[in-house]
């Protein structure tokens, strides 16, 4: 199937443990992104990679570091886990940044920290 | 900075009826608008795109218009369905950046 997956699906961990999310799409796409949403079921943009490149970040807490091994791969690394940062994660991807580009995204990633 | 909210927040209607969703956005220079579907516990399902330069656009019950000038979007849904049921977001292209979001409108279809 042609898609943007993401492992694992839920993810359930403690206060101050490092845990990672992947995000794979096979769409032959060059820009990934990570989006959050909370708990009032708010999506926002957190980081967007083009080529591997970082172009975006809002304001995330440098906790968070997203890396890009390759075009068709963008991962969530979260340091120091907090109880805030509880929400579902989507990674979604498009190709190209210009405007009017469609984005796909995956299934999401319910992160739970107790 | 592009903000986009979503009427009704809620939305309960009975099989058949045909139903409106409305979206708002504050700056009108935007690229596209994309509209998406959430089921519970899923991801999002990208239901229509509108190129700025597009007054609409049609996919089987769905018809999604734009007025940039006004900063709005409708998206038309015919003869509702229990399958309907789910959390429909509209988002902006404000640029080369990322999708901004509303918090979507939760519709519920009793049959």
């Known amino acids: 199937d042609t898609a943007v997956s993401q492992t694992p699906k839920y993810l359930v961990t403690q206060m101050g443990n490092d845990k990672s999310i992947k995000c794979e799409q096979n769409?032959?796409?060059?820009?990934m992104y990570w989006y959050k949403q909370d708990s009032k079921k708010f999506l926002k943009i957190m980081f967007s990679?083009?080529?591997?490149?970082?172009?975006i970040n809002e304001t995330v807490p440098n906790r968070f570091s997203p890396k890009s091994p390759d075009k068709a791969h963008l991962n969530l690394h979260i340091n120091s886990l907090e109880l805030g940062d509880s929400a579902v994660y989507f990674c979604?991807?498009?190709?190209?940044?210009?405007?009017?580009?469609?984005?796909?995204f995956g299934p999401g990633t319910r992160l739970t920290v107790l | 900075k592009q903000e986009v909210t979503q009427i009704p927040a809620a939305l309960s209607v009975p099989e058949g009826e045909n139903l409106v969703l409305n979206c708002s956005f504050t700056?009108?220079?935007?690229?596209?608008l994309q509209w998406f579907r959430q089921d519970p516990g899923k991801g999002l399902t990208s239901l229509l795109l509108?190129?700025?330069?597009?007054r609409e656009q049609t996919s089987g019950r769905l018809n999604a218009s734009l007025d940039k000038s006004s900063g709005r979007s409708t998206l038309y849904i015919a003869a509702s369905q229990p399958g309907d049921s789910a959390t429909y977001l509209c988002?902006?292209?404000?640029?080369?950046?990322?999708?901004?979001f509303g918090k979507g409108t939760r519709l519920s279809v009793i049959a």
């Open positions: 509108i190129q700025s330069s597009q």
């Open positions: 990679y083009n080529n591997k490149e970082l172009i």
């Open positions: 769409l032959g796409h060059d820009t």
């Open positions: 700056d009108s220079a935007i690229y596209n």
């Open positions: 979604a991807s498009s190709r190209g940044l210009a405007g009017g580009i469609e984005q796909f």
């Open positions: 988002a902006v292209i404000p640029g080369n950046t990322p999708l901004v």
